[in-house]
């Protein structure tokens, strides 16, 4: 697949042009140097942003807006390769050529936005009880694995594959760091991910490219990039 590196307003972007379907795949990758200790809050927030925002303040509010957008489709995943640390978040959603509303994509796109770089906060922090419920749900899914002889074998194999190899993925969370997350270290990494880490977008479709670099320039005019 060609790919074509745009620079807007110093922020690194990337075309991917496909005419083979329907829609317009977005990803929003945030990287930095990998630090063990932040792989519980980075796991986290990958999946709690995905949840709610300010203005979509519950999962039901943000499926609906979702549905608003022909069924848009959003999901997220944190991953370590060699010593960097990977937070992507991605949507798909349908081209505007194939439907009469033509603003499709750009409302996509301020979706995509919002949960990004607008969450749902209580008093400045990212919500005690979105982190409990979400430390509560892997406990249960890291004690189904260790009572599942094979996929507790698998889960041993990769954390000491991870511990005695550099180029590695690391997605697990690390159970003896759960006691250290709280309201404070989830939000001090999201503050870290959002001013700190490197933000590349992947955008796949058919689409005009001028019109996207515009879009692109609209839309995110307010992040600094850190080059």
């Known amino acids: 697949m060609k790919i074509i590196k745009r620079d807007i307003d110093s922020l690194n972007v990337y075309y991917m042009p496909n005419k083979k379907f329907k829609t317009i795949d977005m990803a929003f990758v945030f990287t930095n140097k990998f630090d063990p200790k932040e792989i519980n809050e980075r ?7 995905m949840e709610s925002t300010a203005k979509y303040n519950n999962q039901e509010k943000l499926s609906l807006a979702c549905d608003n957008l022909y069924g848009l489709d959003k999901t997220s995943n944190y991953h370590a390769v060699s010593n960097m640390s990977i937070t992507t ?3 798909r959603t349908i081209n505007d050529k194939y439907v009469d509303d033509t603003d499709v994509f ?5 979706l995509l936005i919002e949960i990004i770089f607008k969450p749902k906060l209580f008093k400045g922090y990212i919500p005690k009880k979105a982190i409990t419920e979400l430390k509560e749900q892997t406990e249960e899914l890291l004690l189904s694995i260790k009572q ?3 996929a507790y074998t698998y889960y041993q194999f990769m954390h000491e594959y991870i511990r005695n190899n550099k180029d590695t993925i690391a997605i697990f969370p690390e159970k003896r760091y759960f006691n250290d997350i709280s309201t404070e270290t989830v939000t001090n990494v999201y503050n870290k991910m959002i001013n700190e880490d490197d933000l590349q977008i992947f955008i796949a479709g058919d689409f005009d490219h001028e ?3 515009q879009l692109i320039k609209e839309k995110l005019h307010f992040y600094k990039s850190k080059k």
């Open 211 to 213: 019109e996207m670099d």
């Open 106 to 110: 750009s409302h996509s796109l301020d």
């Open 148 to 150: 599942n002889k094979n």
């Open 89 to 91: 978040f991605m949507a």
């Open 43 to 49: 796991n986290f927030l990958s999946e709690i942003l």
